[in-house]
Protein backbone atom coordinates (compact mmCIF):
# COMPACT_ATOMS: atom_id res chain seq x y z
CA UNK A 1 0.00 0.00 0.00
CA UNK A 2 1.56 3.17 -0.81
CA UNK A 3 2.08 5.89 1.89
CA UNK A 4 -0.24 8.37 0.14
CA UNK A 5 -3.27 6.01 0.77
CA UNK A 6 -2.88 6.40 4.56
CA UNK A 7 -3.29 9.98 4.69
CA UNK A 8 -5.74 10.64 6.98
CA UNK A 9 -7.58 14.05 8.37
CA UNK A 10 -6.00 14.94 11.66
CA UNK A 11 -6.22 17.58 14.63
CA UNK A 12 -4.57 17.84 17.90
CA UNK A 13 -2.45 19.47 20.50
CA UNK A 14 1.60 19.98 20.37
CA UNK A 15 3.72 21.18 22.65
CA UNK A 16 7.50 22.12 22.78
CA UNK A 17 10.15 23.27 25.21
CA UNK A 18 12.16 26.19 24.20
CA UNK A 19 14.76 28.37 25.52
CA UNK A 20 13.34 31.50 28.06
CA UNK A 21 16.39 33.01 27.83
CA UNK A 22 15.83 35.22 24.30
CA UNK A 23 13.30 37.80 25.62
CA UNK A 24 14.98 37.50 28.97
CA UNK A 25 18.27 38.49 28.54
CA UNK A 26 16.98 41.19 25.77
CA UNK A 27 14.63 42.81 28.47
CA UNK A 28 17.82 43.31 30.61
CA UNK A 29 19.21 46.24 28.01
CA UNK A 30 16.12 48.09 27.41
CA UNK A 31 14.41 50.58 29.36
CA UNK A 32 10.58 50.31 28.10
CA UNK A 33 8.66 48.29 25.72
CA UNK A 34 9.32 50.33 22.70
CA UNK A 35 12.86 49.73 23.23
CA UNK A 36 12.08 45.86 23.68
CA UNK A 37 10.40 45.98 20.50
CA UNK A 38 12.56 48.19 18.43
CA UNK A 39 15.84 45.21 19.65
CA UNK A 40 13.59 42.64 18.53
CA UNK A 41 13.04 43.81 15.11
CA UNK A 42 16.54 44.47 14.83
CA UNK A 43 17.86 40.70 15.90
CA UNK A 44 14.97 39.64 13.58
CA UNK A 45 16.54 41.63 10.95
CA UNK A 46 20.09 39.83 11.30
CA UNK A 47 18.18 35.78 10.72
CA UNK A 48 17.35 34.37 7.28
CA UNK A 49 14.13 36.05 6.18
CA UNK A 50 11.29 34.42 6.72
CA UNK A 51 9.77 31.83 4.43
CA UNK A 52 6.19 33.11 2.18
CA UNK A 53 4.61 30.48 3.69
CA UNK A 54 5.56 31.69 7.28
CA UNK A 55 4.74 35.39 6.95
CA UNK A 56 2.81 36.08 10.19
CA UNK A 57 3.51 33.44 11.81
CA UNK A 58 5.12 33.74 15.41
CA UNK A 59 8.33 33.49 15.47
CA UNK A 60 8.18 30.46 18.04
CA UNK A 61 6.36 28.46 15.11
CA UNK A 62 8.14 29.38 12.31
CA UNK A 63 12.05 29.12 13.31
CA UNK A 64 12.47 24.98 12.51
CA UNK A 65 11.44 26.48 8.62
CA UNK A 66 13.28 29.50 8.71
CA UNK A 67 16.56 28.09 9.15
CA UNK A 68 19.27 25.41 7.06
CA UNK A 69 19.00 21.67 8.19
CA UNK A 70 21.34 20.82 11.19
CA UNK A 71 24.76 19.29 10.08
CA UNK A 72 23.61 15.76 10.68
CA UNK A 73 19.86 16.18 10.05
CA UNK A 74 17.22 15.09 12.71
CA UNK A 75 14.95 11.77 13.27
CA UNK A 76 13.02 12.42 10.12
CA UNK A 77 14.73 14.92 8.14
CA UNK A 78 18.04 14.60 5.92
CA UNK A 79 21.11 17.31 5.85
CA UNK A 80 19.36 18.73 2.54
CA UNK A 81 16.11 19.13 3.28
CA UNK A 82 13.77 21.72 4.99
CA UNK A 83 13.30 22.06 8.83
CA UNK A 84 10.95 20.27 10.62
CA UNK A 85 9.27 21.91 13.69
CA UNK A 86 9.06 18.86 16.08
CA UNK A 87 6.88 18.34 19.40
CA UNK A 88 4.75 16.05 21.45
CA UNK A 89 1.18 15.55 22.13
CA UNK A 90 1.77 15.61 25.74
CA UNK A 91 3.29 17.81 28.39
CA UNK A 92 5.50 15.23 29.99
CA UNK A 93 6.56 13.50 26.78
CA UNK A 94 7.99 17.07 25.67
CA UNK A 95 9.82 17.40 28.94
CA UNK A 96 11.20 13.88 28.69
CA UNK A 97 12.75 15.01 25.61
CA UNK A 98 14.14 17.90 26.77
CA UNK A 99 15.64 16.26 29.71
CA UNK A 100 17.17 13.41 27.41
CA UNK A 101 18.83 16.78 25.64
CA UNK A 102 20.09 18.59 28.78
CA UNK A 103 21.74 15.12 29.63
CA UNK A 104 23.46 14.94 26.41
CA UNK A 105 24.95 17.92 26.69
CA UNK A 106 26.24 16.99 29.37
CA UNK A 107 28.25 14.13 28.21
CA UNK A 108 29.74 16.34 26.18
CA UNK A 109 33.00 17.48 28.45
CA UNK A 110 35.49 15.21 29.63
CA UNK A 111 35.35 16.67 33.01
CA UNK A 112 32.26 18.52 34.13
CA UNK A 113 32.76 21.37 36.83
CA UNK A 114 30.30 23.45 37.00
CA UNK A 115 27.63 21.20 34.49
CA UNK A 116 27.65 18.78 37.45
CA UNK A 117 24.59 20.97 38.49
CA UNK A 118 22.62 23.24 35.54
CA UNK A 119 19.89 25.55 36.70
CA UNK A 120 17.97 27.08 33.64
CA UNK A 121 14.44 28.38 32.81
CA UNK A 122 12.22 27.00 29.54
CA UNK A 123 9.27 27.82 28.12
CA UNK A 124 6.60 25.49 27.18
CA UNK A 125 4.38 26.10 24.61
CA UNK A 126 1.08 24.52 22.81
CA UNK A 127 -0.07 25.35 19.58
CA UNK A 128 -3.08 23.60 17.93
CA UNK A 129 -2.81 21.72 14.00
CA UNK A 130 -4.88 19.90 11.47
CA UNK A 131 -4.72 18.85 8.57
CA UNK A 132 -6.37 16.75 6.05
CA UNK A 133 -3.25 15.27 4.53
CA UNK A 134 -1.65 13.61 8.24
CA UNK A 135 0.22 10.81 9.06
CA UNK A 136 -0.09 8.24 12.04
CA UNK A 137 2.99 6.13 12.57
CA UNK A 138 1.00 4.79 15.46
CA UNK A 139 -1.03 2.70 13.33
CA UNK A 140 -0.79 -1.27 12.59
CA UNK A 141 0.74 -0.44 8.91
CA UNK A 142 3.85 0.61 10.68
CA UNK A 143 4.29 -2.13 13.50
CA UNK A 144 6.58 -4.09 12.40
CA UNK A 145 8.98 -1.16 11.52
CA UNK A 146 8.48 1.14 13.97
CA UNK A 147 11.87 -0.65 16.24
CA UNK A 148 13.79 0.47 13.41
CA UNK A 149 12.10 3.69 12.74
CA UNK A 150 11.92 5.12 16.60
CA UNK A 151 15.89 3.28 16.73
CA UNK A 152 17.25 5.93 19.57
CA UNK A 153 21.24 4.81 17.87
CA UNK A 154 20.21 5.02 14.55
CA UNK A 155 18.08 7.78 11.89
CA UNK A 156 18.86 5.82 8.69
CA UNK A 157 16.05 4.15 8.40
CA UNK A 158 13.70 6.98 9.90
CA UNK A 159 15.17 9.45 7.54
CA UNK A 160 14.15 7.23 4.29
CA UNK A 161 10.64 7.11 5.83
CA UNK A 162 10.58 10.57 6.08
CA UNK A 163 11.65 11.82 2.22
CA UNK A 164 8.56 9.50 1.50
CA UNK A 165 6.66 10.88 3.80
CA UNK A 166 7.39 14.62 2.16
CA UNK A 167 6.98 13.26 -1.09
CA UNK A 168 3.13 12.17 -0.23
CA UNK A 169 2.85 15.81 0.56
CA UNK A 170 1.49 15.08 4.19
CA UNK A 171 1.34 18.39 6.47
CA UNK A 172 2.40 16.50 9.77
CA UNK A 173 2.35 12.93 11.59
CA UNK A 174 2.46 11.32 14.78
CA UNK A 175 4.97 8.67 15.55
CA UNK A 176 6.06 7.16 19.35
CA UNK A 177 8.26 8.87 21.53
CA UNK A 178 11.55 6.94 21.22
CA UNK A 179 12.59 8.19 24.99
CA UNK A 180 9.17 8.29 26.88
CA UNK A 181 6.93 4.82 26.76
CA UNK A 182 3.54 5.40 25.56
CA UNK A 183 4.47 8.88 24.36
CA UNK A 184 3.61 10.48 21.07
CA UNK A 185 5.48 13.02 18.83
CA UNK A 186 5.01 15.21 16.24
CA UNK A 187 6.34 16.35 13.20
CA UNK A 188 5.09 19.42 11.48
CA UNK A 189 6.68 19.47 8.18
CA UNK A 190 4.45 22.54 6.71
CA UNK A 191 3.58 25.43 8.39
CA UNK A 192 -0.19 25.11 6.81
CA UNK A 193 -0.55 22.23 9.70
CA UNK A 194 -0.63 24.91 12.47
CA UNK A 195 -4.65 25.72 13.47
CA UNK A 196 -3.24 29.39 14.79
CA UNK A 197 -0.67 31.68 13.65
CA UNK A 198 0.67 32.18 17.68
CA UNK A 199 0.82 29.37 20.35
CA UNK A 200 -2.44 28.93 22.00
CA UNK A 201 -0.47 29.14 25.52
CA UNK A 202 2.60 29.36 27.67
CA UNK A 203 4.00 28.00 30.63
CA UNK A 204 7.39 29.25 32.27
CA UNK A 205 9.32 26.31 34.21
CA UNK A 206 12.06 26.01 36.28
CA UNK A 207 14.86 23.46 35.32
CA UNK A 208 16.89 22.05 37.65
CA UNK A 209 19.62 19.07 36.23
CA UNK A 210 22.34 16.86 38.36
CA UNK A 211 23.55 13.97 36.73
CA UNK A 212 20.98 11.54 37.93
CA UNK A 213 17.79 13.39 37.81
CA UNK A 214 16.27 16.23 35.61
CA UNK A 215 13.49 18.54 37.26
CA UNK A 216 11.02 20.78 36.21
CA UNK A 217 8.64 22.78 38.20
CA UNK A 218 6.41 26.05 38.00
CA UNK A 219 4.39 27.95 40.64
CA UNK A 220 1.07 26.59 41.02
CA UNK A 221 1.56 23.19 39.04
CA UNK A 222 2.96 19.76 40.30
CA UNK A 223 6.60 19.07 39.06
CA UNK A 224 8.29 16.31 36.58
CA UNK A 225 10.96 14.53 37.22
CA UNK A 226 12.93 12.23 35.41
CA UNK A 227 15.16 9.60 36.53
CA UNK A 228 18.31 9.38 33.91
CA UNK A 229 19.08 5.34 34.19
CA UNK A 230 15.37 5.28 32.65
CA UNK A 231 17.45 6.33 29.05
CA UNK A 232 20.64 4.51 29.62
CA UNK A 233 21.37 1.77 27.35
CA UNK A 234 25.00 0.23 27.82
CA UNK A 235 25.49 3.54 30.46
CA UNK A 236 25.06 6.09 28.14
CA UNK A 237 22.13 7.91 26.57
CA UNK A 238 22.43 6.90 23.03
CA UNK A 239 22.09 9.74 19.97
CA UNK A 240 23.44 9.19 16.41
CA UNK A 241 25.50 12.05 16.47
CA UNK A 242 26.96 10.42 18.99
Known amino acids: MPLSDLLTYQLGNCWRIVETQEVAATREITDNADEQSRLEALLD ?13 SYLLMTPFRYPPLQYGSRFGSTWERGIFYGAAELDTAFAEAAVYFWLFQQGPT ?62 FWYPSARQETGTNVAVLTPDAFSTREPDQYQHW ?37
Open 45 to 57: ASKPSAPDDCQGL
Open 111 to 172: TLGPLSCIRDQRTAFSVRIASAKALDLRSAYFTDKIDSIMDPKSWVVSQQLGKEIRETEAEF
Open 206 to 242: QVRLDEETCWFGRAGASSIEFEKSRFLIDGRIPHPCL
